[in-house]
């Protein structure tokens, strides 16, 4: 055998060597994921599954957090509700000593329903906003130097922090417009944090359309709006939609920007339970990511909240993988059916 | 090539004994379409120098020449599709369509386009049926009534020969359509809105023989109605669709006369070895 140079030999170490650390990094990633989703799907499981029919944790989909009280009673553990513990008293007529530990009965029902709202209104906002904009961007304006100094804003806009937005928010819409801790401000303040995304997907989604289709319709006499409307944005919808949805998972996500401007840690009644239909706008709401917070970082920690923090965060992947899921199907049926 | 430019092609009050003149061949030949002194330019590159070119009505009109040479940007100019390019304007001179200059204000750019309409290199049929490629313009002119629309839809259909091979079909989506019937159902749709001039820009460049000879056929019916202006890269198509032919180059008009004459006794040499393929 031929003895390579040692040049030759080192250049190989060091391809060997590399080759590992990209390997390594790559697994890391994965490693990090795994860890994170089986740690919160086992434990979140023991919350929301239960060993017997229906084998889903109901009560804790659908009722609102409560109180836990947890005493010893003839050397028997109970742990009960904040109305199930009342009722005790009242049937048992005896003064117990009863840990009190907050939100760790009950469910989380009330924080999906008000991270539904905030996305589905956040999202109205934003598509609205943001396609009118990529619209104007892609289809109307010319390249002068207002137009790329606003791209530029938008770019920017784009990589400015969560706490920021919600800063912001809280400034404007809470103090300043006057709207208090509302689904109206959080609506705002999260469509604003996601409308540079919006703008910059739609414009995309707008620009892969071919030119040959507007040239077509502008020759056959449309005017620029009813090509665009007909002839354009169809097309580009479907497209705009999907790359939407991951903008729903990070509006849902989103901490930060709500515990401001919309998100109330504990509030009795439901979003609908209003004496007015307009104070629907101007109430605050619970929050999943904002309830995750709560009860991981606000409370004492136990195994009690653990359960809750894994249980909610449990279900929020869920959601959000739900989300990203249709997403992915929607955007590759979509892809079939247009391809030019 | 500076002698070409100042010889008067196009004006019939100064004839000159080398070009031939098409609009005094026949006495019937109505001017569609007037060029006067053009100059273009997209920023400040000029494409198009002093360009002066009468179209006549009901004929066939081949714009020829290398690539570059400006044929396209002048047929984009007559229905004003190059308003769409930024930078791109008439620097000097203007076109008239039967006697209006379409670049007047007082011209709306709408009216314009469905007087004249075009068709494209590459066929864009709109990805829709078949059915709705047709309506479409007669939906965005505010026609709703359905049997008017049906009605337009058979008449383009069979103006542009494709009626009996998509009849059964009209629902279908245009994107199943071959290359060739696609470029078909583009002209059919630029029928239905019933236009005045058709350009054609290259119809033909991406369609197999077959197909070629179908839309030459097309094209040799439809000039019976329609003014026709078509560029081509193609020597042999000029030849056998059209009845006069503008030769450009490096966006000067060299030549202009009858189809006839162009490729039997070009009068400028430049034409003649282009002609021939003896062009750089």
Redesign the interface.
């Known amino acids: 055998m031929i003895a390579a140079p040692s040049h030759r030999r080192r250049s190989h170490f060091f391809q060997r060597l590399m080759f590992w650390v990209f390997r390594l990094a790559t697994y890391l990633v994965l490693a990090c994921a795994t860890y994170i989703f089986l740690d919160i799907g086992i434990k979140g499981s023991r919350t929301v599954f239960t060993s017997q029919a229906p084998f889903i944790n109901l009560k804790f989909l659908t009722q609102p957090p409560q109180t836990l009280y947890v005493f010893d009673y003839n050397g028997q553990k109970m742990e009960l509700s904040d109305r199930e513990f009342r009722q005790w008293q009242e049937t048992h007529k005896e003064n117990v000593e009863a840990t009190s530990i907050a939100y760790s009965a009950g469910g989380i029902w009330p924080c999906i329903v008000g991270t539904a709202l905030l996305v589905v209104g956040s999202m109205i906002l934003a598509l609205f906003i943001g396609i009118s904009a990529a619209i104007y961007l892609s289809e109307y304006s010319r390249e002068t130097r207002l137009i790329r100094f606003i791209r530029i804003a938008i770019l920017n806009l784009a990589g400015v922090p969560s706490i920021v937005f919600g800063l912001f928010g809280f400034g404007l819409f809470v103090i300043f417009f006057g709207w208090n801790v509302s689904l109206l401000a959080g609506w705002f303040t999260l469509g604003l944090m996601i409308l540079p995304a919006i703008i910059t997907a739609s414009e995309e989604s707008l620009r892969a359309v071919p030119q040959g289709l507007r040239e077509g319709s502008l020759a056959l006499g449309a005017t620029k709006w009813q090509t665009i409307r007909k002839n354009v944005l169809p097309y580009a919808l479907p497209g705009i939609l999907t790359s939407s949805i991951l903008g729903i998972a990070r509006v849902a996500g989103e901490t930060a920007p709500i515990m401001f401007t919309a998100a109330y840690a504990m509030r009795d009644e439901m979003p609908w339970q209003v004496t007015k239909w307009t104070d629907f706008f101007f109430q605050g709401v619970m929050a999943l990511p904002y309830h995750i917070y709560v009860v991981s970082s606000k409370i004492p920690q136990n195994e009690y909240t653990e359960r809750v923090q894994y249980g909610a965060a449990f279900v929020f992947l869920i959601l959000v993988m739900l989300i990203a899921l249709t997403s992915i199907v929607l955007r590759e049926k979509q892809r079939r059916r247009l391809s030019w | 090539m500076v002698s070409a430019i100042d010889m008067p092609q196009t004006m019939p009050q100064e004839v000159s004994p080398q070009t031939d003149q098409p609009a005094e061949e026949t006495e019937t030949a109505r001017v569609m379409i007037a060029v006067r002194d053009l100059d273009f330019a997209y920023g400040s590159h000029q494409v198009l120098h002093n360009v002066r070119l009468e179209m006549p009505a009901r004929a066939v009109t081949a714009f020829i020449g290398p690539s570059g040479c400006g044929k396209t940007t002048l047929l984009r100019c007559i ?1 004003r ?1 190059n308003d ?1 390019v ?1 930078g791109a304007r008439i620097t000097r001179g203007a076109i008239h369509l039967d006697g209006i200059d379409v670049n007047a204000p007082e011209v709306d750019v ?2 314009l ?2 007087r004249v ?2 068709v ?1 290199q ?1 066929s ?4 829709k049926s078949i059915y709705e490629n047709i309506s ?2 007669l939906r ?2 505010g026609v709703n009534k359905r049997s008017r629309i049906d009605e337009a839809v058979e008449k383009s259909l069979r103006g542009s020969a494709l009626w009996d091979e998509v009849k059964d079909r009209l629902d279908a989506n245009a994107f199943g359509l071959s290359g060739g019937q696609q470029q078909r159902l ?1 002209i059919a ?2 029928l239905a ?1 019933e236009p005045e001039v058709i350009l054609m820009d290259e119809p033909c460049s991406a369609l197999d023989p077959i197909a070629t000879a179908k839309i030459e056929e097309l094209i040799h019916e439809l000039k019976t109605q329609y003014t026709i202006i078509t560029v081509t890269h193609n020597m042999q198509q000029a030849g056998r669709i059209s009845d006069y032919t503008a030769f450009f180059y490096l966006g000067r008009l060299i030549e202009f006369g009858s189809t006839a004459k162009i490729f039997t006794n070009p009068s400028e040499k430049q034409t003649e070895d282009y002609i021939t393929g003896r062009f750089g």
């Open positions: 229905n599709m769409l930024d709408v009216d386009r469905r309409g075009m494209f590459k864009n049929p709109f990805p479409y313009g965005i002119a583009c749709r630029a809105v």
